[in-house]
């Protein structure tokens, strides 16, 4: 075989084979330094006798100042240059080749099948549902107009699918066969001829009222316009300010850009190439394969999660994950959806580096976490139609809400069960369909799943697995983390990792228990945690040497586009007034306890209630003199009763709210929910319901008896119990944001609770007391406790001594500024509330 010479930077190497990559990185084995060159830029490997330059970068590889997507290398130098036309040069020479004359020869145009002209229609048994996209319809009573044949010259210009460092079979470039829903088949062309000859624009979207209807999740209303080239100027492509984006080249277009022939388009779920005449549906099998290549994760210290993962996953594939806890699963299933990136390695899906091209392929992934993502409380057609109104475009009518979630409970059997509650009507194995029909919603092709099968019964178990298979014998790629292994057999592909992180067999499911040399499972368990084991099985071939890799930090993940505010939170608030209505707990808590509450205040002896006027005395001194006295007792007591009630009632109805979602609400981060807007939403609906708590267990606690006194002075009091219970509901929140299981909020509130009586100042006197004071200062419950105080009168000014209460003071003025302090508390508790949450978005819990 010949040999291949590499001269970069002064540097000259001579290589054998099979591989040769050049690159950024440290572990390329031809390292550049050029920003513009992309982290693994291009490779040069042997196919057949040849070695054969394949592009994979994002600015693209370029020899003449011609962009190059697949090079065979025939003899003589060939100067690459890196990320543009005059980017760093790579000069790569076969040695002793053997067809001289230099330069290169130009790869072979790749042969595209026949267009697949529109079926006529049929007579069916019974109706058919609609496929997921289609060209505009044509009427019935014309006949159906002709795909113009695709020639060689278009195919020419097509820059091929890009490849993983590893290389691609020659059948890689096939049609698929079974596409995933939502996909045209390969070569079909949505743009008529009569379409350009008319010279117009034509827009595209998901409205019928479109020259182009592609009937997509993800596609817009009215998503883009496409303007027909010219005798003098190249087509263009206008954004119409779609929600999820078009992309062309890897780039989402801001207004509007230029289609050179060859443009890559992809739109929604969907890919195409523009031919200089129609836009033509691009579906090979390389396309949708799912190449990881060289995947390795370290972290502090050095420590790798996973080393050297590589392999692909064909379409209709079915590939289970197994291995001890501990060998890197999880992030390896973060790795491969780009959640949490792997710090070197790449992953390729569609033909593109998913890490770099995230934004463009974000939403053709789907990831079904380990708990259910929707609210056990609901039904199953409630959930499901609130995360179809958060992930679907902002322009979707409640028609198509209604339609997609019907579509999807088809293809998951799930009609029968759309009126019954989550959590307490489905099994095991109904409640992880319907946490799957919720990433279908946006029809991704690609499905991952963590332990799905995680505390199912083996019936169960095999009824899950089963139905993935079916989900994949619709033409995706789906894999599964589990570690159940009744159920394998289904699968076309097992992965087992060992400790470490390392692939210890990846292959067909028959072959796992031959490779171990074993003859059960949890023998071949044993065997991953024997620390003889790569001395005792192949060890797998390293794809690069990762002895001296580091740690390298990776970009934040973008955060995907999101709805506006009002739309999000008009969802969310009645979501959480659903969720509400339909927990008889929560909705018990909601009523009895003011009413508990008001009732145990009725226990304290006297009948005075909040008034002191009916209390006061005069009596007589010596000196003849007559002052006014009066008992506080009984008015304190009661409002003893009520801080305690406002500060239990607020804390207890928000303390297990964040925590227990907290699933659902990392999974609808991921795909475009607002943090902001979700908290928010929980402090409106659960605050206005402890505000009205506070204002009821006040009429309690004083109906029938004398209230406070002065003007309107017992609903200032209930005011300021209302407004106390309020912002005890955002420091709750805020709590259960930060809490990590629901067991740690029971020791939460109780101590919360306690905090706030001792330091309101309503047990002991707290004014005067230095330090203390201060402190107390910082707790909604002694503002709470002075404004309702301010408004009973029951501090008074005393002259010569500086223990008075002073911000307990009877007058309006000090009501006002005690209301307000409290206010400020709630402000800044909702702030801290809202940065607790955002991290609990992307934290690991």
């Not at 496929?131 to 010259?153: D, F, I, K, Y």
């Not at 029909?437 to 899950?464: K, R």
């Not at 708590?693 to 029938?704: E, N």
Request: hydrophobic share 40%; charged share 15%; net charge negative.
């Amino acid at each position: 075989m010949d040999r291949l010479q590499v001269q970069w930077s002064g540097t000259t190497r001579t290589f054998d084979g099979p591989r040769v990559v050049i690159g950024r990185e440290l572990d390329c084995d031809v390292p550049v330094t050029d920003a513009r060159a992309s982290r693994h830029h291009a490779s040069i490997q042997v196919e057949g006798d040849v070695w054969v330059v394949v592009d994979s970068s994002s600015n693209g590889t370029f020899v003449s100042g011609q962009r190059i997507t697949r090079l065979p290398l025939t003899g003589g130098p060939v100067s690459l240059h890196l990320g543009g036309p005059v980017g760093e040069p790579v000069v790569v020479t076969v040695l002793a080749g053997q067809g001289g004359g230099g330069g290169f020869a130009a790869p072979p145009p790749y042969q595209a099948p026949a267009p697949t002209p529109a079926p006529a229609p049929t007579p069916t048994p019974a109706p058919q549902p609609a496929a997921p996209h289609s060209s505009r319809p044509v009427p019935q009573q014309q006949p159906p107009q002709p795909q113009a044949p695709l020639g060689g010259e278009f195919w020419k210009n097509l820059p091929p699918p890009q490849l993983p460092a590893s290389g691609a079979p020659a059948d890689a470039w096939r049609p698929v066969g079974v596409l995933p829903p939502g996909q045209l088949p390969h070569g079909h062309s949505v743009v008529l001829p009569q379409q350009l000859q008319a010279g117009r624009s034509l827009t595209i979207g998901r409205e019928h009222s479109n020259d182009i209807v592609l009937d997509d999740p993800l596609v817009s209303r009215r998503h883009a316009r496409l303007d027909p080239p010219t005798a003098q100027t190249l087509a263009v492509l206008h954004d119409l300010g779609s929600f999820n984006g078009t992309f062309v080249n890897g780039h989402r277009v801001e207004g509007a850009v230029q289609m050179p022939v060859g443009s890559e388009v992809i739109v929604g779920n969907q890919t195409f190439r523009w031919d200089g005449q129609q836009l033509v549906a691009s579906a090979t099998a390389h396309e949708f394969t799912l190449y990881a290549d060289g995947l390795t994760q370290v972290v502090g210290g050095g420590k790798r999660l996973i080393e050297n993962i590589s392999f692909k996953l064909e379409p209709k594939s079915l590939t289970a994950v197994i291995g001890p806890s501990g060998a890197g699963k999880s992030t390896l299933l973060g790795a491969l959806t780009g959640l949490k990136p792997a710090s070197h390695g790449r992953v390729i899906w569609q033909g593109h580096d998913l890490y770099q091209h995230y934004d463009q392929l974000r939403f053709q992934i789907g990831l079904v976490p380990q708990q259910d993502i929707l609210h056990p409380q609901l039904k199953v057609k409630q959930g499901l139609r609130f995360a179809a109104q958060l992930r679907l475009p902002p322009d979707t009518t409640a028609q198509e809400w209604d339609a997609r979630v019907n579509h999807v409970a088809n293809q998951l059997q799930l009609v029968q069960r759309m009126d019954n509650r989550i959590g307490t009507q489905l099994s095991g194995g109904q409640r992880k369909r319907v946490s799957i029909a919720t990433e279908l919603l946006t029809a991704p092709p690609l499905l991952f799943l963590d332990e799905p099968t995680s505390g199912l019964d083996p019936g169960l178990d095999l009824e899950v697995m089963r139905q993935l298979r079916s989900l994949a014998d619709d033409g995706r790629v789906v894999m599964v983390v589990t570690h159940s292994v009744l159920a394998l057999d289904v699968c076309d592909n097992v992965l087992v990792l060992a400790p470490g992180g390392r692939i210890a067999y990846f292959g067909p499911p028959d072959g796992v228990l031959a490779h171990f040399g074993k003859t059960n499972y949890p023998e071949v368990f044993d065997l991953l945690d024997d620390p003889d084991l790569w001395q005792r099985i192949p060890v797998p071939q390293h794809a690069v040497d990762t002895a001296a890799l580091q740690r390298q930090p990776y970009a934040a993940v973008p955060a995907p586009p999101r709805q506006s505010v009002s739309r999000q939170l008009a969802t969310l608030v009645k979501r959480n007034l659903a969720v509400v209505f339909a927990d008889k707990l929560l909705l018990g808590m909601l009523v009895l306890l003011p009413l508990i509450l008001g009732g145990l205040s009725r226990l304290v002896p006297g009948d005075h209630g909040l008034s002191l006027d009916v209390s006061r005395r005069e009596n007589t001194l010596p000196d003849g003199s007559i002052v006014e006295s009066f008992s506080t007792g009984e008015a304190s007591q009661r409002l003893i009763v009520l801080i305690v009630a406002a500060c239990l009632m607020g804390t207890a109805l928000a303390i297990r709210e964040l925590v227990g979602e907290r699933p659902i609400f990392k999974r609808e981060y991921a795909v475009g929910l607002s943090p902001g807007v979700y908290f928010t939403s929980k402090v409106m609906v659960l605050g206005t319901a402890a505000f009205f708590q506070g204002l009821v267990v006040t009429f309690l606690a004083t109906v029938g008896l004398p209230g406070a006194d002065g003007d309107l002075g017992t609903l200032r009091v209930g005011i300021a119990i209302a407004a106390l219970s309020f912002t005890m509901v955002v420091i709750g929140l805020a709590l259960s944001a930060l809490v990590t299981s629901t067991e740690q909020t029971m020791p939460a509130l109780v101590g919360l609770v306690m905090l706030q009586l001792v330091l309101s100042g309503a047990l002991f006197e707290i004014a005067g007391r230095p330090g203390l004071e201060q402190i107390a200062w910082l707790s909604p419950s002694r503002w709470g406790y002075a404004g309702a105080a301010s408004a009973m009168d029951l501090v008074r000014e005393t002259e010569g001594t500086d223990k008075e209460d002073w911000i307990a003071l009877g007058g309006g003025v000090h009501y006002v500024m005690d209301l307000l302090v409290l206010g400020l508390l709630c402000l800044v508790s909702y702030v801290v509330g809202l940065l607790l949450v955002r991290r609990s978005a992307t934290s690991d819990d």
